[in-house]
């Protein structure tokens, strides 16, 4: 048991501050964002959510709320394997749930097509914290008239719930494997969500920090890679581009990344065809604003879908340490810098599936890291990514 002196008190409480979910709020700790958490609700804006169903959805005071209509408010991005936290309020009169790996898509979801985790205290059946059709919460647990804190764990066939720091349900289903996360207003009465962050589970590093086995260098270009003391993948120099063995299709990739200068350019390919120069799709690294306006990119900003879609704010700094994760299934793209998405993108354009710089893409690929000028000094990190399996039943 770690002890608190009364002079180290304060320490102890900033630090138990920092590995803790910051409840209540839409924000995440520093630690969080370096473990891989992601915001799915930013507190201001429904970006990243849609609304599938009759229910109506709005966006106040930190919250996402509906008091009227049938249906649920689904996100764009497909999630495999996560834990996902949220706080929610229901009234007395509401029957709410938690939806996980919900068909995508625009039309209405079908529950069977999914997981719910039920809030609903009067539920004879599946009370507040079942997994409706699968198992029955193991406790009682009131949610009615108050915020109830939810931690989620799917993580292959295993369903975890948690409330209040309580587990509730523990269950084991293999049906659904991937899909959307969805909230639910069903009748009358208010439901109410703040706080809903995501950390993607099963990721593997691609990057050992001691050389660069499982990467291979473009020749004859000018970009200089190497593995730094510290153990970070360095590139000097540009043009150039260093390509991960393992190819990637519907995936979830995660990095760390630091520009040493200012206003330095670089990107993350994907979906890139093995040595191949420059190709796939590219999340673009730049982190540069018009003026004082992060909102205002310059040449797509750090996430930004390079030709595609600008970052709609640009979160990252130069000589910082920074995360980027980036997703992709099918032709749906998104990215987040340091937890916030930034991204939202469904690629329209006839397909090409021999390079995603001509056309839509959903074939596998490697991963590249762009060296793209002379000025170059980037350095990456804690490389890691997962593929999603099937989708389908």
Not at 120 to 133: I, L, R
Not at 289 to 294: F, M
Request: aromatic share 10%; with cysteine.
């Amino acid at each position: 048991m770690m002890r608190c002196g009364w002079g180290i008190g304060v320490a102890c409480v900033l630090l138990a501050m920092m590995v803790r979910p910051v409840w209540g709020q839409n924000t995440l700790t520093s630690q969080e964002i370096a473990q891989g958490w992601l915001l799915l609700f930013d507190g201001e804006t429904d970006f990243g959510w849609k609304a599938r169903g009759s229910a109506a959805w709005r966006v106040r005071d930190g919250m996402i709320e509906s008091d009227r209509g049938d249906g649920m408010l689904a996100t764009t991005t497909e999630f495999a394997d996560f834990e996902l936290r949220a706080e929610c309020w229901i009234d007395g009169q509401a029957n709410s749930g938690i939806f996980l790996r919900a068909p995508a898509g625009d039309g209405e979801i079908d529950p069977s097509r999914a997981y719910e985790v039920n809030i609903n205290d009067a539920h004879p059946q599946w009370p507040t914290g079942s997994v409706h059709s699968v198992a029955r919460a193991r406790r009682r647990v009131t949610a009615a008239g108050r915020w109830t804190r939810w931690v989620i764990r799917a993580e292959g066939d295993r369903l975890r719930v948690n409330v209040d720091g309580r587990p509730v349900l523990n269950a084991r289903d293999g049906r659904f494997r991937r899909g959307v996360i969805a909230l639910q207003h069903f009748g009358s009465g208010t439901v109410r969500f703040r706080g809903i962050a995501l950390r993607p589970l099963g990721l593997r590093s691609l990057f050992n920090g001691r050389d660069l086995t499982g990467w291979s260098v473009i020749p004859g270009r000018r970009s200089v890679f190497t593995v730094t003391p510290e153990g970070w993948l360095n590139v000097k120099d540009g043009g150039g581009e260093i390509q991960s063995t393992a190819q990637f299709g519907d995936f979830v990739l995660q990095l760390e990344i630091f520009v040493n200068g200012t206003h330095l350019n670089s990107g993350v390919f994907f979906r890139s065809n093995p040595g191949a120069f420059w190709q796939g799709y590219e999340s673009q690294i730049r982190n540069q604003w018009q003026g004082e306006d992060r909102s205002k990119p310059i040449d797509y900003g750090t996430g930004g879908l390079y030709n595609r879609q600008p970052a709609r704010r640009v979160v990252s700094s130069d000589r910082e340490w920074f995360t980027m994760t980036v997703i992709a299934h099918g032709l749906h793209f998104a990215t987040w810098v340091n937890g916030v998405q930034v991204t939202d993108f469904v690629d329209t354009r006839p397909v090409d599936e021999s390079n995603a710089r001509n056309g839509a893409r959903t074939r596998a690929g490697v991963i590249g890291l762009q060296g793209h000028d002379p000025t170059t000094d980037l350095s990456f990190r804690n490389i890691r990514a997962v593929e999603y399996p099937p989708s389908g039943l």
